[in-house]
């Protein structure tokens, strides 16, 4: 049993961490140089796992191996589930046009919301997230869905305003059709309306859920002890701000990763309806996620070096 004064403490310790992880963000976000910020976010997501590979270390000092162990596995787990989050928000960012400044804030808030929701669910246990079970093949769907839309469709064809979604938020709060710099709420005509970050918002928390529903079992069937499985959640989620800019700043650079991220999304949707059918080894997921966007870089290049460039 952990004392309360140490559950405590380590909140605090993650707020800081994600408050810091969130200043530096935003001034890389102010980087004029892009490539500097994109190295930026390379050092920084390595940094994280290191401070994360590094708890373990005192985990190992403080509680012993056996519980050592359990964090390390967990960490390694939910940090690769967490991937299938940075790809789902890359999908909603791009699919909402929310411009770059903007998805830091809905990062932010969507990383705390996913590590307050992810506590709730460790701390409720077991019936709560059978109460949630159905919505696994609702959203798995939607992710189907949207995946097939993304490598059908050429990115300009995106506009916020005809988005469905967008309209049956608007059907219970005003929204603009556009943004407001980075207000999620906004004044026109003397009234209070939202902006379409607030849709952004909304379906990040929404997500959240999904995801914390699917990744709480999967821990707790390494582990029943509820600060070890807080502590991976925790250090799974920090750094992923750092790494999504990694991966925004890839989909720049490489034609074809759209394509790789839309089977990414299949294959996560896919994965939700038969998770009662066949439970994907965390292993077999990871394999695939970094084929199909391996695949699709590679194609990527061989293109590129296949383009004459201009001669003078």
């Given amino acids: 049993m952990v004392d309360p004064l140490i559950w405590a403490l380590f909140c605090v310790a993650i707020v800081a961490m994600l408050a810091l992880d ?99 669910f460790i701390l409720a246990g077991g019936a709560l997230l059978e109460a949630f079970h159905w919505t696994l093949y609702v959203f798995g769907g939607l992710l189907i869905l949207t995946g097939i839309r993304m490598a059908t469709h050429d990115s300009g064809e995106v506009h916020p305003d005809r988005n469905p979604v967008l309209k049956l938020v608007r059907r219970f709060v005003p929204m603009t059709a556009d943004y407001d710099a980075e207000r999620i ?13 607030f849709a952004a918002l909304v379906l990040v928390a929404t997500f959240d859920v999904i995801f914390a529903v699917d990744s709480i079992p999967a821990i707790f069937g390494v582990t029943q002890d509820t600060f070890t499985v807080f502590a991976a959640n925790a250090f799974s989620l920090l750094g992923m701000m750092s790494l999504y800019f990694v991966l925004a700043g890839m989909a720049d650079r490489f034609e074809y990763l759209h394509v790789g991220l839309a089977f990414v999304l299949v294959f996560i949707g896919v994965k ?41």
């Avoid at 690769?80 to 809905?106: C, H, I, T, W």
């Avoid at 939700?272 to 066949?278: A, G, K, R, V, Y």
């Avoid at 290049?301 to 383009?307: A, F, H, I, M």
């Fill in 22 to 120: 969130m200043v530096l963000e935003n001034r890389q976000g102010d980087a004029a140089d892009n490539h500097q910020s994109i190295r930026a976010s390379v050092i920084w997501s390595v940094v994280w796992t290191l401070v994360a590979l590094g708890f373990g270390l005192v985990y190992l000092l403080w509680r012993g191996s056996e519980h050592a162990s359990e964090y390390f596995t967990g960490f390694v787990l939910e940090r690769s589930l967490s991937l299938d989050n940075l790809f789902v928000f890359a999908m909603l960012f791009g699919y909402f046009a929310v411009p770059e400044k903007s998805q830091r804030k809905v990062l932010f808030f969507g990383i705390v919301g996913a590590i307050v929701l992810r506590a709730a």
């Fill in 272 to 312: 939700m309806l038969i998770t009662d059918i066949w439970h994907v080894p965390i292993l077999l997921s990871l394999g695939v996620i970094v084929a199909a966007l391996g695949a699709a870089i590679a194609a990527s290049l061989r293109k590129e070096r296949g383009v004459p460039r201009p001669v003078g």
């Fill in 185 to 197: 709420f906004t004044r026109r005509d003397g009234r209070r309306m939202a902006t379409p970050l």
